[in-house]
């Protein structure tokens, strides 16, 4: 289910930075999560010039927002968070204060992937959903 949505104005996340972000978010979900890479979504959104602002006048952020599934001890957001922050400064060459890395909790209940309504994230659960997503005629 994760979804992290990367967005920026036209032209600053090059296809170079876009390939390095896509493999770090992936590596860092699924390494802070233990959840497989073939759930994690990365989406880039792209802006005209005068889209953005902060501070009421044009700016050139980029913002990662995170939806994942709630029910992580929090230590988890904040590694993914922290770890997110860094690799986009990474690909990116952003100046620190226009990166902004937010990860929200969405219940597993209000979500649905491969038809199935997502399990809360615990052993049992998952491994119950997975099985139900795997016996699924194709």
């Known amino acids: 289910m994760p979804i992290y949505e990367v967005k920026a104005k036209a032209g600053t996340v090059s296809p170079e930075a ?19 890479a073939e759930f994690v979504n990365v989406l ?46 990474e690909a990116t060459g952003a100046d620190p204060m226009s990166v902004l890395v937010i990860v929200e909790d969405v219940p597993a209940k209000w979500a649905m992937e491969a038809g199935h309504v997502l399990p809360e ?15 699924r005629p194709a």
């Open 18 to 36: 876009r390939a390095k972000l896509v493999d770090a978010i992936t590596t860092i979900h699924t390494e802070e999560t233990n959840a497989p």
């Open 121 to 135: 994230p615990n052993a049992a659960e998952e491994q119950a959903w997975f099985a139900a997503v795997r016996a």
């Open 44 to 89: 880039f959104h792209e802006f005209a010039a005068d889209s953005m602002y902060v501070a009421g006048v044009p700016s050139n952020p980029v913002v990662v927002h995170g939806q994942v599934r709630a029910g992580r001890p929090e230590h988890v957001r904040a590694a993914i968070m922290q770890r997110i922050n860094d690799a986009c400064l």
